[in-house]
């Protein structure tokens, strides 16, 4: 790749990242640490995933220390932006607006999103929202068609 992609994570794919230490979203978080991509946020994206992840910890009875690691290593690696409202009203949850906004302010390419509200914009004023199969295939991290 000639340049590192920006990115936007959506809330799901941390979470299984994270806790499901197997498959797509945590190959994609690994592919971060390595650097192959940068991360954008803005400060609402980041407080639903503390809020979430905490939420988890609890679910699954994890050591806290998991989602406190992860959110130290987002909040210093993580490029934060701050939030413009380019996206409001775009998406047809509203919830998922922050998403694109984040990636609008951030300059990101791809939302990496396995909800379906997001996927079904396919692509907004050149931000393009990928499944987390189809963005490992672009990344060279799974072969093509291993995400089906």
């Known amino acids: 790749m000639s340049s590192t992609p920006v990115v936007v994570l959506d809330t799901s794919v941390w979470i299984s990242g994270v806790f499901f230490r197997r ?14 991509f940068e991360i954008v946020v803005t400060s609402e994206t980041l407080a639903e995933l503390e809020r979430k992840l905490r939420e988890k910890v609890i679910e699954f009875e994890a050591d806290p220390v998991l989602s406190e690691g992860w ?23 509203p919830d998922d607006d922050k998403f694109l906004d984040a990636a609008l302010s951030g300059g990101a390419r791809y939302i990496v999103s396995s909800d379906h509200d997001l996927q079904a914009l396919g692509e907004y004023r050149g931000v393009k929202v990928l499944s987390p199969g189809e963005f490992a295939e672009f990344l060279g991290i799974i072969p093509p068609s291993a995400s089906l």
């Open 71 to 93: 959110m130290a290593y987002v909040r210093t690696f993580a490029r934060l932006v701050s939030a413009t409202g380019a996206a409001d009203g775009v998406c047809r949850d």
């Open 23 to 36: 498959g797509i979203p945590a190959r994609i978080l690994y592919a971060w640490r390595d650097r192959r």
